[in-house]
């Protein structure tokens, strides 16, 4: 048995909640200033307790938008960023899962091919490859489109290497006995691969729903109408205004509100989160 | 690499494999085959015609005193995250690993982060750390510190890697906390009954354990430095003040849509590229040696 000082622990838990405070003090300043008025905020050192004015504040931002500095409505953008969140995720699950199916359970002229073409995606992040992605968009017209906000960043090889690596833990005899019984490849995915692999893909959900939402640089190139606008993109647009202060009563309010559906997510589904994570990267 | 092979379609594979394929040629391969052509052209000033460089784009890019700057930029800006980053988050993990109560609550408490956007992350600290209205700033006053990260490169660079720690502090604390929990506790009780008190036991026993996983994080995190923090960047500094923070990433962001400079940033984007292969290998020679283990 491995001794405890108790001096120790209390030590840990000192530096623990000294961590806990310090990465939690960003978030609760921004808290507080979208709950006060601008004036408030500007006048010097800011108070450290709650203000009066969090309704008016949250409903300017949800209704109106900030028309000056060129942003539509936050309700709207949380949607566009909802539908590119749940586009990307779920679209990265769907075509990820079928092409490990593909490539675990077949054997097929050109297999290795096309493990490698899935492969070099690892090697070509968005921001490497940006003018001719955006090029390519442009040439598709998909400027200004769900498709174009999504379909060019639901290419996973993390995808279809998590899913290939579940499958291989899959006992090959699962498959001879559903071919024994009559069941064809699809059958057997649909009916029996599947229900197995319902955690791999709730692993894989809270990663890719976190990467589709937090997305910033390809909405930034590749939207232009306020309508399409997600809310993480407009940030820039807010904080870097000319000539006036920012509005950063409403500002923290939009920061709130675009974070807690991600925040939500990673905590909600910790377990599977931390699984993710970790078997992704294998 | 092996394969269960059950079913002897053959038609089926390719329909199953069809969409990430088109998806990856359409979007991946294609626009990567398309900068590594444009890095070896020069188009004139109309785009009506273009001729073949060689590598005259690279070589204008090597000797392009902005670059090279940006190269500097990257290295200090990426070694300070990946170090201060993982160096806190080895503490924190080490101790939430040693407490016993209240260990699950910690570690809920410190994930969150991963899931803020890096661009609503750079909001946070753009309003922590104004020069004006700043909650930092009124508390650096007293200790005799101006801060103005708007003027300042030093102060805007320092700022983009505390913002940029804070970002993937979560990712580090979920990777060193899993390695450190598998550590089997029969080594731990051993060094304990040779008399290693907690310090010893951690330098001695622990630490070496985790070294695969830390420098699996050290590449990540350097990738991370590279490409994740292009929206801490844009929204706090756009990578001035007089580029102080003007990254690489942001510099091919930058040079292609302001600029519209095509052979210089395609050529930007092969170095990107070859950066990333390099990564990525270095990445997957851990995972090999980690078999070993």
Known sequence: MVERHSWFTLAAHLVLILGVALIAF???VTLIASTHALPTLLQGRMPLTPGDQTWINYSTVLGEGMSLSGTPPVSLMLLNTLVVALGISLGKIAISIIAAYAIVYFRFPFRMTCFWLIFVTLMLPVEVRILPTYKVVADLGLLDSYTGLILPLIASATGTFLFRQFFMTVPPELAEAARIDGAGPIRFFLHILLPLARNSMAALFVIQFIYGWN???????????QSYYTVVLVMSRLVNVVDVAPRWNLI??????????????????????VKGLVETEK | MPTRAVFPDKVTPYLLLAPQLAVTLVFFIWPAVQALRQSVLVEDAFGLATRFVWFENFERLFHDPNYLHSFEVTAVFSLAVACFGLALSLLLAAMADHVLRGAGLYKTLLIWPYAVAPAVCGALYGFLFD???????????????????????????????????????????????????????????????DGAGPGRRFWSVKFPLLSPTAF????????????????????????????????????????????????????QS????????????????????????
């Not at chain 2, 092969?270 to 283990?293: D, N, P």
Request: overall charge positive; charged content about 10%; proline content about 5%.
């Open chain 1, 26 to 28: 960003p978030l609760y």
């Open chain 1, 215 to 225: 997305q910033y640089l390809w909405p930034l190139v590749v939207t232009t109408k």
């Open chain 1, 252 to 273: 923290m309010a939009i920061a709130l509100l675009a974070m807690i559906p991600p925040v939500i997510v990673v905590i909600a589904m910790q377990r599977w989160f």
């Open chain 2, 131 to 193: 020069p004006t209205v700043g909650e930092v700033t009124h508390a650096l006053r007293p200790l005799g510190v101006t801060w103005n990260y708007i003027q300042n490169g030093n102060q805007a660079l320092l700022l983009v890697i505390v913002a940029a720690c804070w970002n993937q502090i979560s990712y580090n604390f979920v990777f060193f906390l899993a390695g450190l929990q598998s550590i089997p506790k029969s080594l731990i009780e051993a060094a304990a009954l």
């Open chain 2, 216 to 267: 699996f994080l050290l590449t990540v995190n350097v990738v991370y430095a590279f490409f994740g923090t292009f929206g801490i960047i844009d929204v706090l500094t756009k990578g001035g003040p007089a580029m102080a923070t003007d990254i690489l990433v942001y510099k091919v962001y930058s040079d292609s849509f302001r600029a519209l400079d095509l052979g210089g940033s395609a050529a």
């Open chain 2, 270 to 293: 092969v170095v990107l590229m070859a950066i990333v292969i390099a990564l990525t290998v270095a990445q997957f020679r851990y995972v090999e040696r980690k078999v070993h283990y």
